[in-house]
């Protein structure tokens, strides 16, 4: 379940809304003005289709109260970070831990050597 730049910028919003009442109930304009206190402009509309595309793929559900819709995530943030990295782990290293392991241990050694 690949998720872009945006959406995963939504979710972090979304689970810093969230991280004092998993409960609370969180809009669209919610997400639109917490991004805009971050330095972040973004269209209501444009937020919108990313968070339906996230409902889409079963990562936000969205439900009624009254005349507004509102949104809760599926999973937190461990759980996918975890999704994400069986689907990095499966794609690029045929669902091999040691693989990938190796490869980022690798990899990190480079990057501190810069």
Known sequence: MACGSLEIEILNTFWNLTSIDEDKDI????????????GTERAYTTIKTVMDRLVTKCILVRYKVGKKFFYKATMDRREMALNMLDEFTNNFF???YVKMMHFVEQETEKLLVK
Do not use: A, F, R, T
Not at 27 to 38: F, G, R, T
């Open 27 to 38: 809009s669209i304009q919610d997400v639109v003005d917490e991004l805009s206190k971050n």
């Open 94 to 96: 045929n669902g091999d």
